[in-house]
Each structure stands twice: as C-alpha cells, then as structure tokens.
C-alpha cells in the first residue's frame, strides 16, 4: 500500500513539472515573437530572436506553435532580404500547415510563395502558387484574399499576353472588391484592376474601352488618401489611348496637363521624362507641327533620361525619337536613336521594342546590314510567335496538374477517412439514442399540450353553460319583478288614483285643483312603471352573450398583436339554439386566424364580420398584411386546424390570397332554428 502511495505521488510530482516546463516554454516563445516583430531593431536582430522562437517551438514539440512561430521567422527573413531562407521555411510550413490541415495557414504560404515567384518574375511558380491560394481563399469565402489573388493572376497573365484571361479575373477581382467595404487598400486594388483593363484594352486596339476604364480608374484616385500620382498615371495612360484613336489634340491636352504638375519632376522625373517623350512624339502628328517645339521637349526629356538609371524611359524616348527623325526625313538622327533603343532593349530583354527597333534599323542602315537586321527581326518574331502559342495553354495546363495533385491527396484522405468509420458509427449510434430520448420527451410534452387543449374547451363548454344559465335566472328574475309591480304595485296605486279621484268632488276649488294635481302625478307614475313593467317583461334576446364573448376575444387580441380591428355582427341569430360544439368552433377558428395574422401576415389592420344569409352563419375574416401563395401554403398547421374544426360543424372554409395583397378567410356553416 506504501509502495503504490509513493509512486502515484511521484507519477503526479512528474506531471506538474513537465505541465510547469511547457508553460514556461510557451512564455518564452510569445516574448521572443513579440522581440522579432520590433521595428525599433535591425533586421539582424528581428532574425535572431524569430529563430530563438522556432527553435523553442520545435523543442515544445506542438505543431501549430510551430508553424506560428515559422510564420514569424518568414516574415523576418523577408523583412531582411534573406530570399533562400524565406523561400526554404516556406516550404517547411507548407509542408506542416498540410500535414495538420490549417486552412489559414496554407492561404498565407501559397500567398507567399506567390508573391515571391511573381517578384522574381518566375511567372510559372508563381501562377502555381497564387492558383492554389485561390481555391482556398474561395473555400473559405475569403473576399479580399481571393480577389488580391485575382489581381496577382491577371497581373501575370498580361505579362505573358493572355489578355482574354488576364481580364476576366480582373474583372472579377472588381466584382468581388464592389461587394465589400471600400476602404484605402480596396480603393487602390480597384485602380490598379481597372488600370490593368485599360493597358489589356489598348493592346487589344479596343481603345474606347481602354479610355472607359482609365477613367474609372482616374475616379476611383481622387477619392483616394494619397491618389496624386494614380491619376497622373490615368491621365497619361488615356492620351496613349486617344493618340491611338488618332484624337491629337485631346491626347496633347492630356499629356500638357501631367507636365503642368511641378512636383512631378521632383518626385518621380522618370514619368515627367517619358511624358515629354509621349507629348513631344504626340504633337509630330499634327499637320502644322512645330518641328523646333517639338525637338526641344524630345531633348528635355531625352537629357532627363540620361540623367537617371531608368533603362525603360531611355528606350522609350529614343524610340520616339527615331520614328520622329524618320518621318521628317532625317536618316542619320533615325538611324542612331533606332541603333540606341536596339541595344537598350536587348540588355533588358524587352523584346517588344526590340523588334520595333529591328524594323527601324532594317529600314534606316545601310544595305549590306538592312537584310541582317531584318532576318533577325524575322527570327524573333517567329519565336516570340511559338512562346506565345505555347503560353495560351500553359496556365490551363498549370491549373490541371494543380488538380491532378489536390485529386491525390483527397485519395490520401479518403484511405484515412475509412479508419475513421469505427468511431464515427459508434458516434451516431449515440446520438440515435439521444434523438429516441429526446424523441420520446418531445411525444410526451406534445401529448400534455394536447390535453391541456382538451380541458381548455371544456372549461370553454362549462363558461358557456354558465353563461346560459346566468341568462336564464336573469330572464326569470325580470319576469318575476314584472309581476311584482304590475301586481303590486300598480295595483295599489292605480287603487290610490281611485280614492283620490273620489275626493275630487269635495268642495272648495282649491282643493279640487290640488287632487287633481295629485292624481296627474299618480297617473304619470302608473305610466312609468307599466313602461318598465313592459319593458322588463320583453324576453332578452338569449344567447347575446356568445357575441360579448367573441367581442372580448377580438378587443383582447388585436391588443396583444398590435393591429386595430373592425368587428361587425347581426343581430338576427337566436345563439341558444346553436349547439355549443359550433360555438365553440366559430370561437377557435376566429382565434386561431387572428393567430396566424399575427405571426406571418404583418398586417396592422383586420376586419371580422359575422352576417347571416339564410340557413347559414357567414364569418368573413380580411387583414391587409403581405399575404401569401396559396398553392404553397395549404399545408401550414393552422390553416389544416382551421379546415378540420369547420369541417367538423359540417361548414366549408376557403383562403383568398395573393403576396403583398393581404387575405381573405370566409367561413359557411350551416344554421337552422
């Protein structure tokens, strides 16, 4: 007995050590997160203390602290310009978040490892990844993630020309952005969305549709915080557009009212060069050119350029140039900026302009090397031809092996689910006897409601038969207190009236004309009481009380409910002889109608009317409230409630309704006297 105290003693000491150590860990692992993600240290120091974390996660052997802690460490390595090693604990909680299906987490790594591909413009990876963050950013029912993703996609699918593609997910992208609150960073996606359809849309040589969407997109920058250079960018990217639609002058306006923006130069001399460049290309259109204005802003621009390490702006003005010097006819200056922007655009690998400068050269040099030129713009351009043929179908290609692979590790899923059948049918065997039980308690409950029902009608008969019967001693009391006064009373007066009248002859006129008086007042109080005497002897109209009682009903319901009423009946039902059952009925009926326009018609008003047309009691019952389908509504509980208790009087019931046009309840039960 000793031995077994001490070791369960022990077992416990052991267990609240391990339980005392892991918190422990655990504290030290937040604090060490919380260092990494200091901004106020280097990047060094953000690193260290992120893999100090990791490293006590891995000892504390849980794998969500492990991949919260592995989260952190990726931002710090990509905070500190660390690509190999981001790219590496990428993978490492990629490989964890799938291994403990974290949904969360998988859309940030596939985020991740998007953006990183798209960074280093590895667009194939990059699609890969984005596609994946996709279906569980929609999975999820992620708005703002799947549409950032949406964006990402379509920004790559421009890249590589699949401008069909590229714009049904930027489109998209918008659709879904509309549907949420627009904040600052969902005004800027929307710019960039709606720029990015425009750019698709020129290229597309659709250039209302290009100017259509620069516009929504310069809207949606004035009512950004900081949208300044998004809608210079808008207006830029327009004039393009309306230079193409060969409207120069509104091209030119566009472009001069960029330029005429100061701190343009400042703040980003690159755009104000390539402006000048477009502006100055833009006015070599006009038919009275100004052949010096427009050499002076190619050269503003052209030594801006020179002056910044921007190898695109360079290109582009020197391209400019060249097609200006050739349609003025100066061959030489052609020559060397088609030369210029031939070598920019083969050290930056922009194709696109390099064959433009190939066909510059092959029409500007000299003979012996036009033909060179030409045959290398032939062979580029019949390869950039194949590379685009096979990039239509690449991203489909892409998504399919996506599947392909999703398909796998469902199959994986699926061999584990089996093992999970065992539990899973002791689990419901459980709840089966949880729902016979609750089954069972429900049955009962719904048979004491029943009862209860039962004796409510009863009382409602023995309140009835009450009432009757108070009616029938009232009515005897009357006829016996008629008799009294016609009896009584009357006689001893009418007796009185006589005496009187007998002294009517005595002497002194005076005096006569006192009995007379007195016997005026006698007569009028024998009128008065055969008055009441007749009045209390009329039978009272038996059975007007179920109509006071229906009266209450109505009066306390409408109250209850909320809605104001009209109750109208005749007077031409003798309700004694209208058997308790139908009384009872008519009772419910009213009541379980007012009921159903409380809880589903929302009506505010109902109107009752209880008529007679010939052998038959008419209860019409209309409320203007939102009505509904009939031929989809007869199988509510209370309307079959209704129908079963007319039925039961051997009446008919019948339901006028339409949405929104409120509902009509009429009622025919058979009355005979």
Not at 106 to 120: D, P, Q, Y
Not at 143 to 160: F, P, S, Y
Not at 307 to 325: N, Q, V
Not at 489 to 501: E, Q
Request: contains cysteine; neutral net charge.
């Amino acid at each position: 007995m000793n031995l077994k105290f001490c070791l369960l003693f022990f077992l416990l000491i052991y267990f609240n050590v391990i339980s005392s150590q892991s918190k422990s860990s655990y504290d030290s692992i937040l604090k060490l997160r919380k260092l990494s993600q200091n901004s106020n240290i280097s990047f060094d120091e953000q690193i260290k203390f992120a893999e100090e974390a990791i490293k006590l996660s891995y000892e504390l052997n849980q794998d969500s602290v492990i991949l919260k802690s592995g989260r952190i460490l990726s931002l710090a390595y990509y905070n500190g310009g660390k690509d190999s090693l981001y790219l590496r604990i990428n993978y490492q909680n990629l490989s964890l978040a799938n291994k403990i299906k974290d949904s969360s987490s998988l859309e940030i790594v596939n985020s991740n490892l998007g953006a990183f591909f798209h960074s280093k413009e590895q667009n194939d990876s990059a699609f890969y990844y984005y596609s994946k963050a996709l279906k569980l950013f929609d999975k999820s029912r992620n708005i703002d993630g799947k549409a950032r993703t949406l964006l990402n996609i379509a920004d790559i699918q421009e890249t590589e020309k699949d401008y069909i593609g590229a714009e049904e997910n930027a489109v998209e992208a918008i659709r879904l952005l509309n549907s949420t609150e627009i904040d600052e960073n969902a005004r800027e996606r929307l710019w960039i969305l709606n720029n990015l359809i425009g750019i698709i849309s020129l290229k597309l040589k659709n250039y209302d549709k290009a100017i259509e969407y620069h516009n929504k997109a310069q809207k949606i920058a004035k009512k950004m915080e900081y949208g300044y250079y998004n809608n210079l960018y808008s207006i830029n990217n327009k004039a393009i557009a309306y230079r193409h639609k060969e409207e120069i002058d509104k091209s030119i306006e566009l472009y001069e009212q960029v330029i005429s923006e100061d701190s343009l130069n400042y703040y980003d001399s690159s755009f104000y060069a390539i402006t000048l460049g477009n502006l100055a290309y833009t006015k070599s259109f006009k038919l009275d050119r100004n052949i010096d204005e427009i050499k002076n802003i190619f050269y503003l621009g052209k030594n801006m350029s020179d002056t910044i390490a921007d190898p695109l702006t360079k290109l582009g003005i020197a391209i400019d140039l060249s097609r200006f010097y050739l349609d003025i006819k100066e061959s030489d200056s052609a020559l060397y900026y088609a030369d210029r922007s031939y070598k920019i655009s083969d050290a930056i690998s922009n194709n696109e302009l390099k064959l433009e400068s190939l066909l510059l050269l092959s029409e500007l040099d000299k003979e012996d090397r036009a033909s060179s030129y030409l045959t290398e713009y032939i062979k580029l351009s019949d390869s950039l031809l194949n590379v685009e043929r096979n990039k239509r179908n690449k991203f489909a290609r892409i998504e399919l092996e996506t599947d392909q692979l999703e398909a796998k590790n469902k199959q994986i899923s699926r061999d584990n689910f089996y093992l999970l059948l065992l539990s899973a049918g002791l689990l419901l065997t459980g709840i089966l006897v949880y729902v016979v039980i609750s089954q069972r308690a429900k049955n009962k409950e719904l048979k004491l409601v029943q009862a209860q029902q039962e004796a409510n009608e009863e009382i409602y008969n023995l309140m009835l038969n009450q009432q009757d019967n108070v009616e029938e001693a009232r009515a005897q009391e009357k006829i016996r207190v008629s008799k009294e006064l016609h009896d009584g009373v009357l006689g001893r007066l009418f007796g009185a009236r006589l005496s009187l009248d007998s002294l009517n002859f005595s002497e002194g006129k005076e005096a006569m004309m006192n009995r007379a008086n007195y016997i005026g007042q006698l007569k009028t109080i024998e009128d008065d009481i055969r008055k009441i005497s007749h009045e209390m002897n009329t039978d009272f109209v038996a059975g007007s009380g179920f109509m006071d009682i229906v009266s209450e009903l109505i009066d306390n319901q409408t109250k209850a409910y909320g809605f104001t009423y009209d109750f109208n009946y005749t007077d031409d039902f003798s309700w004694e002889f209208v058997p308790n059952k139908t009384k009872i009925n008519i009772y419910r009926i009213i009541q379980e109608s007012m009921q159903n326009t409380y809880k589903h018609a929302e009506a505010k008003h109902v109107k009752i009317d209880i008529l007679r047309q010939k052998d038959e009691i008419n209860i019409y019952i209309v409320d203007d409230g939102k009505g509904f389908d009939t031929s989809k509504s007869k199988k509510g509980i209370g309307l079959k409630n209704m129908a079963s208790r007319v039925s039961e009087i051997g009446g008919k019931i019948s339901f006028s309704s339409e949405p929104g046009n409120g509902t009509t309840v009429k009622v025919k039960i058979p009355y005979s006297v």
